[in-house]
């Protein structure tokens, strides 16, 4: 039975906050940073060369880098953080040159005032070093106190204040509270536009994007952040007399064209989720945002007519549909021998079906599309409907065999 580690802070006076992170650096082995709520970092101990990039990047700019502040909202970190008074642990994320660490809150009361990190080097921290980093973070709250530093910007703790909403994890009347401070009321329209840009964004184009956005004329925007290649921004419609959905599409519309001709910024994805008035609809209304632009993706032919969730119809529910034949085992035979036949006869059944099913039903637009004669087109309809065993005229059946094809397609990407 391992015994409770002595609390080595409590006969410990420290003249500064430097002072107090060598000696937890110290203790755990182990490179310390402490933070403030903003995640600027007040002070940090030593390292040695096996440190990670993250630590070192956050050092240069005394703040962690907004990338890594995202995806720890993200993958639910930082909402952690900001309930528990225990250690938590990071695990690695290379991707973004996170090396393991655990974070524990520096709390005063009901707030969280700061946090303590430690980057785990060459060994996870025992049991007893989790204990002697919570007695760290008691002694912390008194000490950040004392020698308490500036808070970060009004920008930054919007952006914070952003991913909480976007995350869920924000108290409703504090929240409507901070929204009525940035003009939304509580009667007063918003949605969740993301614009996916083909790279990661740069400083240069974050100015031509904040440009753009501080023009905008029909909507206004009052919440935005990057997250490595997206654009995220919470808006509303300044003219309460035209139509929402109307104004909205124009606004992505325009602002791919303005990326396009005034900066060279093309095939920018654009879309909006649901809107609403209830500030806990914000969260599904990004997630909303963010299925269109993953069926955008998914179905390139269709996306030009794709920007809002409601354009979606019956994709919305394709990722739930295709669990559904997961877990039933089901195929659909009809299609099964339609691509047997084309790939046995080196023909295009498959295609010229699905083409005339999205053209609904059009001889004159699927023949366009196509690229081939109407006889040519009638002769592959007759085909296809006797190697499948289907009748094209009964509803039931087409409906079927269009939601399957888009099922295919949806599991191959």
């Not at 007063?188 to 184009?205: D, S, V």
Request: hydrophobic share 40%.
């Amino acid at each position: 039975m391992s015994s409770e580690p002595l609390n080595p802070f409590r006969r410990e006076m420290y003249d500064s906050l430097e002072a107090f992170v060598d000696h937890v650096s110290e203790l755990l082995g182990c490179p310390i940073t402490l933070e403030d709520t903003h995640h600027h970092v007040l002070v940090y101990s030593s390292h040695d060369d096996e440190t990670d990039i993250v630590r070192i990047s956050t050092i240069i700019s005394r703040r962690v880098p907004e990338k890594v502040i995202n995806r720890l909202w993200k993958d639910g970190v930082i909402p952690q953080l900001l309930q528990s008074k225990k250690p938590i642990r990071i695990q690695e994320k290379k991707e973004i040159g996170l090396g393991n660490r655990v974070a524990i809150s520096i709390w005063r009361g009901e707030e969280v005032i700061g946090y303590i990190w430690a980057v785990e080097i060459n060994e996870l921290l025992t049991d007893e070093k989790m204990r002697i980093l919570e007695y760290a973070a008691a002694v912390g709250k008194h000490l950040m106190s004392r020698f308490g530093r500036n808070k970060g910007s009004f920008n930054q703790d919007n952006q914070e204040f952003f991913w909480s909403l976007l995350t869920g994890h924000v108290d409703e009347k504090e929240a409507e509270d901070k929204l009525k401070e940035l003009g939304i009321s509580a009667f007063n329209p918003f949605t969740i536009m993301t614009f996916r840009f083909n790279e990661a964004i740069t400083k240069e184009i974050e100015r031509h994007i904040l440009y753009l956005l501080k023009i905008a004329e029909d909507v206004k925007v009052v919440l935005s952040t990057i997250d490595d290649n997206e654009l995220i921004v919470l808006t509303n419609q300044i003219d309460g007399r035209s139509k929402p959905f109307v104004t909205y599409k124009n606004f992505i519309q325009s602002f791919q064209k303005h990326l396009k001709e005034r900066f060279d910024i093309r095939d920018v994805k654009g879309s909006f989720g649901g809107i609403y008035k209830d500030v806990k609809r914000i969260r599904k209304s990004y997630r909303e945002a963010k299925k269109v632009l993953e069926v955008q993706e998914k179905f390139p032919q269709e996306a030009n007519s794709f920007i809002n969730y409601q354009d979606l119809g019956i994709y919305q529910f394709l990722d739930v549909l295709l669990e559904k034949r997961r877990q039933d085992e089901f195929e659909n035979l009809a299609i099964e021998r339609l691509k047997e036949y084309d790939q046995s006869h080196n023909t295009e059944l498959l295609a010229t079906l699905e083409a005339y099913l999205d053209e609904n039903e059009s001889m004159q637009k699927t023949v366009a599309r196509l690229h081939i004669h109407a006889n040519t087109l009638t002769y592959r309809l007759k085909r296809i409907a006797e190697i499948m065993g289907v009748d094209l005229t009964m509803p039931a059946q087409k409906f079927m065999l269009y939601l399957d094809l888009k099922l295919m397609h949806w599991n191959k990407k």
